[in-house]
Structures are given as structure tokens and as C-alpha cells.
């Protein structure tokens, strides 16, 4: 059984910046894209950004210039470094470990609030 656990989540002011983690089990970790989500109050889940078992990476628009993703096999861990952080920003983060049908973490929440 593959655990996905994240931490990082919290309350900020805008402008603020926060890391997330997310920490997978399993000797596969490398070999699989990952995937950080995000899912607000009466919205549907949104796909943030996803990074490649070659480092290739893609973000959803809004976040393009403020969010780095990025993955440290030898930790089986991947990152989302969240800066100018903004209300609307404000959700449940999930990651996806073995993206696009792999395994979930249980979700950590942000919010961006003054």
C-alpha cells in the first residue's frame, strides 16, 4: 500500500508565500509524473501543475509565475514553493503521486487571508 502524506498548508496574508510537501512510500517514486490539485468551496477540483519524471512541468494559468513545483527522487518528496500568494488562492491542496491515476494524499488546506 503506497502512503501519500503532504504537509505545509496554513493561514497567510496575501503577498505571503507557504511550501508545500508531499511524501510518498515505495521505491517507484521516480519513474512517475506528480500532480499538486486544488479544490475551493463550491468549486471543482483544479489541476495546479504537474512535473514529469524528466522535470517537465506545466501550470494552470493562474498560478504561471508565483508557484514552482519541483521533486527530490532521493527524498521520494515533491514540492509546491506557493509565493505572492492571493485570497482567491485559497483551497485544499492535494497531491497526486503517479498522476493522472495514482495516489492521493489526504489534503492540506491553505488560506490566504488578512
Known amino acids: 500500500q503506497v502512503q501519500v502524506v503532504e504537509s505545509g498548508g496554513g493561514l497567510v496574508q496575501p503577498g505571503g508565500s507557504l511550501r508545500l510537501s508531499c511524501a510518498a512510500s515505495?521505491?517507484?517514486?521516480?519513474?512517475?509524473?506528480m500532480a499538486w490539485y486544488r479544490q475551493a468551496p463550491g468549486k471543482q477540483r483544479e489541476l495546479v501543475a504537474t512535473i514529469t519524471r524528466d522535470s517537465k512541468i506545466h501550470y494552470e494559468d493562474s498560478v504561471k509565475g508565483r508557484f514552482t513545483i519541483s521533486r527530490d527522487n532521493a527524498k521520494n518528496t515533491f514540492y509546491l514553493q506557493m509565493n505572492s500568494l492571493k485570497p482567491e488562492d485559497t483551497a485544499v491542496y492535494l497531491c497526486n503521486v503517479g498522476w493522472p491515476a495514482g495516489y492521493w494524499g489526504q489534503g492540506t488546506q491553505v488560506t490566504v487571508s488578512s
Open positions: 515505495g521505491n517507484f517514486f521516480s519513474a512517475f509524473t
